[in-house]
């Protein structure tokens, strides 16, 4: 029966996103809130079986062709947890759509086509089979479909800067691509099978050579130096598609990729461990100097993200080398930014729908003007900017013990940690003061003549909020 959920979860959405092609144009909205909450609703089931059954992990063959499986189906811990994460965050943004598409939007008005509200389901269907994928074939094809769906969305508006940032980013994520072809390819030559279960059997420069190449494919989707172009761009979609593709879930494909392939290798290379934290710490210091030149809510909220994904990929390359904790802690991370970001993005488009502007020169005062946003706004900022009780506060703590625990082994990544607390301090500063600037003091034009945002964006934002504040233990709880 948890099979028969997991497959639920994958299998409604692109139900959902046939109907939408022959449905009127009024019904779309509804079909795709439905069933986003409907692929969810089978996760959670999936949760709970998974939990009474005392967590044992399950796996189960899909496709099987001349007896070599090509996409076959997990169930465990991660992709358990992880499947969790992004299905709520996406039924919750799939429902703050049918406000925000809406010819209301002061900055964007538009009727939301059906154009939309398909590849935002295809999208959540093809994020549900890659966390519950279980070969890297079936990595491979979902990688690739959330690409073209992020292409589709990217140029929704049909403009310029629009269609040209679509474009690098299918040209970009599937270049980065080439990493899981690779993989792939030496996974099978090695054992016969493409099960990401099987890269424990391999042992030397092959097993190397997997997982760095899953590492590279990571970099793509996760926008990390030097494949971080196409991300900035992104941002010419809808923000809800921002909020969930570009912050809240595909963005978070390369992490876990990474993940899950550390799980199923046991023993990790050193040499992956030391690629993946000089990355990180890199692509960490490089996207927070880019905070500082950002106007636009927006842009600010791109390098954010990017920086936060490094934090991931640095606690995930700790764990590899000696500290444990770095998993949990990275994997934490992960559950609990694309809660915050996804929030954070959503108050970006709020701001548009309601003041006609994101640039934040032009929004002060919001607290008191527009207390629902203005709520979803504190909360977002203060998680971003690691302040406890807010989740991020728990998830990067964990992170950087991580690194104290792998730089008993090796010494030289203590130099790493203090490079990522510093960037912590920034980060808390940074936003910190523009949750001053932007909350508090007189309204500015822009938002003293705001309007309501509508209910169903504003129960999304609600529920976020509180999520924001409330789960920061429970992905550490579930992982330990």
Known sequence: ?????????????????????????????????????????????????????????????????????????????????????????????????????????????????????????????????????????????????????????????????????ALTELILTHLSSLGLYFGAAVLFVETGSFSLAAISDVEGWPKAAILLGILIAGWGKSAQFPFYTWLPKAMEAPTPVSAYLHAGSMVNIGVYIFARGIVSAGTVPEIVGVVGALAAIFTLVFAFALYFPQKDIKGLLVYSTIAQLSYIFLGLSFAALGGPLGYDGGVAHLFNHAISKSLFFLIAGSFSYSAGTRMMPRLTGVITRMPVVGFGFAVAALAIAGVPPMNLFFSKFAIFLGGFEASKAHPWLLVLVLIAIAEAVGTFAWFTWQFGTIGFGSPSEAVAESKPVAPSMSTAIVALSVLALVTGFVPLMWLS
Not at 78 to 97: E, H, K, Q, R
């Open 1 to 165: 029966m948890m099979t028969d959920f997991l497959l639920a979860a994958v299998v409604i959405p692109f139900l959902g996103a046939a109907l939408t092609l022959v449905a009127p144009m009024r019904w779309t909205r509804y079909i795709c809130v439905s069933s986003a909450f409907l692929s969810f609703a089978a996760v959670v089931a999936l949760l709970v079986l998974y939990w009474t059954a005392g967590r044992q992990g399950f796996t189960a063959p899909v496709w099987t062709v001349a007896g070599v499986t090509i996409w076959g189906v997990t169930g465990d811990d991660l992709s358990v947890l992880v499947a969790f994460a992004v299905g709520m965050v996406g039924a919750l943004i799939c429902l703050y759509s049918v406000g925000y598409m809406t010819p209301e939007n002061k900055e964007h008005p538009d009727v939301g086509r059906p154009r939309y509200f398909f590849f935002m389901q295809v999208f959540v269907g093809a994020m549900a089979g890659l966390v519950f994928s279980s070969t890297i074939t079936g990595e491979l094809f979902f990688y690739e479909l959330t690409g073209l769906c992020s292409w589709g969305l990217i140029g929704y508006y049909e403009k310029e800067k629009g269609l040209a940032g």
